[in-house]
């Protein structure tokens, strides 16, 4: 749906309040690289990718918040690049010609167009993309442009589908022959180990070579809807469904448990200790939403979910005036240190304004706003369908009747989601609501009916003429459920959530930067527990608490639900260098005498150091305390 078509509500609008301001509202005032000397403004400074990723953000926080503040900002980005444009068709700064940061620039326009209407953009994109066409056989796409050409594909058919020029396929069919050759790369995918610095030749300097660019990580979470958006061209099923095979080998040797794969900043393997990088999780995320748009596959709306409750706001502080450029799953310690990373520096996890490389701090932006407006799309056959849960308002049209959905839920800490329809008056279309691969016994209600044929892992279409007042009652039950990692490690999870062990925190001020410090953090209590889980009962050794849910959910304070499970302390598992040694293989022989305690697990977002893949001893279910915890959350046993 056309950008401004969903609005947030609830805790989704003050994530984004949040995020205005924090970071993003403020990066170009604390920040040169895109400060009013940005060569996206006519400068003299950083000419490259960082002015558009930053904009590849701010573009739909401002117009979801309608914030005046923040389109006036973004405005004078975009109406230089509009009012620039050489009479060849070239648009940017002329200190570079590198096609890469063009098409970042392209998705800023075609959301700027949607989302207002100006009668500027076409014509300047139809003028640059006939510009390439004719440059691209002398001067192809290279190094980071050959990986990401998927992305500038997106944006030629956004063109396509406006204006019908035969060309503008031509020039998608020349992109997509430039490219890297993603699905060939996953259909014989050979990198299942660690990818060292050594077996990437770097100190060689072959950082933008074929090898290490395949194998880095932001690349490959772009690359993930590279498959689906070919099909548009291809009409191929295997194009189409392509990214199946990418997502299976991602997980099976690089998944970890807060929903991302190892990158930092190249495939890394599945120890927890290793990290992603913040750009690949926001990337990821916005794959999946291009997937999942053109396959209608329910399983990524999960995917999507997974990262957006869990690895997005895990790489900030509360106030977002600070993120990390790596996050990890086991988290001691956020510190100097060059341990573990493949190819990163000693900053990589520390929280600040611009840790390791900028491109992080330029790019997070997109992360909530495009999820925000991956919420509800159109479907096939003029129906209105629900892809993923958050506080949200959605407004279309259908045969001339405006129809506004209003979602009321504390999803992902609640499983009750509410939708009310508003329309001017009545209408038929299908309304297809996502049940996650993880719901079972789900019920829909509409209008008190409860509704058969549901079924997890799909869509439930409701065909009906709708009317205003008509709701919709959705109830998902969230048992707890584990699922197992490196080194037969186990996570728990409840709905789309990661629940983390809160290590607790030392902040220490590297760098005084005002609001956007950089922060090292230090442990000041013990981490290295291993779960005490009884075999035969399973998650039922673990229990929930739940509390009163406010709009700062993500912070340790005011976490909407937490978990409590009998642990014991493993004195042998210790970090070397800030870091957690590889989490021991499970299950692990528990010491003589060893006590077993009742450790808080908090929604992995919530814990900045923290340890979400654990090593498990196993208890007799005769020596296992029964363990109730009333809604006071002080354990009886």
Not at 148 to 162: A, K, T
Not at 238 to 260: C, Q, T, V, W
Not at 271 to 282: A, F, Q, R, T
Request: proline share 7%; with cysteine.
């Amino acid at each position: 749906m056309p950008l401004g078509s969903i609005r947030p509500k609830g805790w989704l609008r003050n994530q984004l309040q949040i995020q205005a301001s924090g970071l993003s509202g403020h990066l170009d005032e604390v920040w040169a690289d895109v400060g009013p000397n940005s060569g996206w403004l006519g400068g003299t400074g950083e000419s490259w990718e960082r002015g558009p990723y930053f904009l590849d953000g701010l573009v739909p926080l401002a117009w979801l918040l309608d914030d005046a503040r923040l389109k006036s900002k973004a405005l004078k980005y975009i109406n230089w690049t509009l009012e620039h444009q050489a009479p060849n068709g070239m648009i940017g700064p002329s200190a570079n010609d590198d096609w890469w940061p063009r098409i970042v620039m392209l998705k800023v326009l075609t959301q700027y167009q949607e989302a207002t209407g100006n009668p500027r953009v076409i014509p300047v994109m139809d003028k640059y993309f006939r510009y390439q066409l004719a440059e691209l056989p002398s001067r192809p796409l290279r190094d980071w442009g050959k990986f990401r050409w998927q992305d500038e594909v997106l944006s030629v058919l956004w063109l396509y589908n406006r204006t019908h020029f035969a060309y503008l396929l031509d020039l998608a069919r020349l992109l997509h022959d430039h490219g890297h050759d993603w699905k060939a790369e996953y259909d014989n995918f050979q990198f299942t180990q660690p990818c060292t610095a050594e077996f990437l030749k770097l100190d060689q300097g072959n950082g933008l070579k074929d090898l290490a660019l395949s194998t880095h990580g932001v690349n490959n979470a772009q690359a993930v809807k590279a498959g689906p958006v070919w099909s548009l061209v291809s009409k191929l099923d295997a194009d189409r469904f392509a990214y199946m095979k990418m997502i299976s080998e991602l997980e099976k040797y690089h998944g970890l448990p807060n929903g991302m794969f190892s990158c930092d900043e190249h495939l890394a393997g599945r120890d927890p200790s290793h990290g992603s990088e913040l750009c690949s999780v926001v990337e990821y995320m916005f794959s999946l939403e291009q997937a999942l748009s053109i396959s209608g596959d329910a399983s990524l709306g999960d995917r999507l979910e997974r990262l957006a409750f869990n690895a997005l706001p895990g790489a900030f502080t509360n106030d977002m005036w600070a993120h990390q450029y790596n996050q990890e799953s086991n988290q001691v310690e956020c510190s100097l240190h060059r341990k573990p990373w493949v190819s990163d520096g000693p900053e990589s996890n520390l929280y600040g304004l611009a840790p390791n490389f900028g491109c992080c701090a330029a790019n997070f932006h997109q992360g909530w706003p495009k999820f925000t407006s991956s919420l509800w799309m159109c479907s096939a056959g003029g129906g209105l369908a629900a892809m993923a849960y958050a506080p949200s308002h959605a407004s279309t049209q259908f045969g001339g009747v405006r129809v506004d959905v209003e979602m009321e839920t504390d999803y992902p800490f609640r499983g009750a989601v509410k939708i009310r329809v508003n329309a001017s008056a009545a209408a038929s279309f299908p309304l297809s609501l996502r049940i996650p691969g993880w719901a079972d016994h789900v019920q829909i209600r509409i209008n008190g009916e409860p509704q058969s044929g549901l079924r997890s892992g799909s869509f439930f279409v409701a065909q009906r003429r709708w009317k205003s007042g008509d709701e919709v009652a959705i109830e998902m039950p969230m048992p707890v459920r584990m699922t197992s990692w490196f080194n037969q490690s186990v996570a728990i999870e409840r709905g789309p959530l990661a629940f983390s062990y809160p290590i607790g925190t030392d902040w220490l001020k590297l760098v005084d930067r005002g609001p956007a410090s950089d922060w090292q953090v230090f442990p000041s209590t013990r981490w290295n527990y291993a779960l005490a889980v009884d075999e035969r009962r399973g998650q039922s050794s673990v229990e929930l608490e739940e509390y009163p849910s406010s709009n700062d959910v993500f912070s340790l304070a005011h976490a909407p639900v937490r978990l409590r499970t009998p642990a014991v302390l493993l004195p042998e598992w210790r970090a070397v260098d800030g870091v957690a040694d590889p989490v021991p293989v499970s299950p692990v022989a528990q010491m003589p005498g060893a006590a077993i305690e009742h450790i808080t697990l908090v929604p992995y977002a919530a814990a900045k150091l923290r340890i979400t893949a654990f090593p498990r001893v196993s208890v007799p279910s005769d020596s296992a305390p029964e363990t109730h915890f009333p809604r006071d959350g002080q354990p009886k046993t």
